[in-house]
T-cell receptor
């Protein structure tokens, strides 16, 4: 199956700083990428959907100015958590889909800890 | 509101079949049933999907009732590595449509 990578796999940052997470589709062109957040012992929650070259669509309750999503190419999407706070500590997971594919391929996730 | 209902947890002995149920009584005619699983601290892994016919692949079998209001995922010979959270998801097969995860079933396989 298709491979999606995320970088970094884990990151620790101080409160008030920003952190960028990369999501790459390694062997296919991803016209759509999705970002999810997962708190401990909870399910995945969809944060936003991004299509290459256009602005991301955020789910209700997700602050678009805090979680900046850029999908500038068909193989790369980035999520930047701005002015991070301890409550932003979570497991962030991206997934990607090709233009004619109904399948979503998930990355391994990024563990963010804000101290 | 959740489109699917799954038991929160199940246990299975290693080597035995694991049968995971899912209720989706409000499923629409154009919605597929998808199963994913998530092993601890990893991204979700696709298992299988179907519309109305039973499906089988190298990982599992999917049995969908005739009225499509429920389904069962079958892992024929569970191993310890099958311990994970299993998610049953219904959605239309439309490009750009996100998967929406419910609470899933935590399957614990023990020796």
């Amino acid at each position: 199956g298709a491979v999606v990578s995320q970088h970094p796999s884990w990151v620790i940052c101080k409160s008030g700083t920003s952190v960028k997470i990369e999501c790459r589709s390694l062997d296919f062109q991803a016209t759509t990428m999705f970002w999810y957040r997962q708190f401990p012992k909870q399910s995945l929650m969809l944060m936003a959907t991004s299509n290459e070259g256009s602005k991301a669509t955020y789910e209700q309750g997700v602050e678009k100015d805090k979680f900046l999503i850029n999908h500038a190419s068909l193989t790369l999407s980035t999520l930047t958590v701005t002015s991070a706070h301890p409550e932003d500590s979570s497991f962030y997971i991206c997934s990607a889909a090709g233009p004619f594919s109904y399948e979503q391929y998930f990355g391994p996730g990024t563990r963010l800890t804000v101290t | 509101d959740a489109k699917t209902t799954q038991p929160p947890s199940m246990d299975c002995a290693e080597g035995r079949a694991a049968n995971l149920p899912c209720n989706h009584s409000t499923i629409s005619g154009n919605e597929y049933v998808y199963w994913y699983r998530q092993i601890h601290s990893q991204g979700p892994q696709y298992i299988i999907h179907g519309l109305k016919n039973n499906e089988t692949n190298e990982m599992a079998s999917l049995i969908i009732t005739e009225d499509r209001k429920s389904s069962t995922l079958i892992l024929p010979h569970a191993t310890l590595r099958d311990t994970a959270v299993y998610y049953c998801i219904v959605r239309v097969n439309q490009a750009g449509t996100a998967l929406i995860f419910g609470k899933g079933t935590t399957l614990s396989v023990s020796s």
